[in-house]
């Protein structure tokens, strides 16, 4: 298995388990762990791709990551304002 097989691996484990604690209650998801954690693995995944490019992919991870990366900016325009 190659590093850019792994940090894939390890990007969809932490958005399975961002996922799973949203789903069940234990993050919330519009929280800066959460958004981070996504944007993380999105990132992750996006690194793996960059060995074996497949178009439908990068746009998903591509478009998870930017989704993240903008409730991230939100919160933190919020917390700049307050």
């Known amino acids: 298995m190659s590093w850019t097989d792994a940090a894939g ?3 969809v484990l932490v958005i399975l388990i961002a996922y799973a604690g ?3 209650g234990r993050i919330d998801p519009q929280r800066a762990l959460s958004l981070g954690v996504n944007f993380v693995g999105a990132s992750l995944i996006l690194l793996s791709l960059s060995r074996a490019f497949n178009l439908s992919a990068v746009a998903m991870e591509g478009s998870w990551a930017l989704v993240s990366l903008a409730g991230l900016l939100r919160l933190g325009w919020k917390r700049l304002r307050a």
Do not use: E, Q, R, V
């Open 9 to 11: 691996l390890l990007g």
């Open 22 to 24: 949203a789903a069940l």
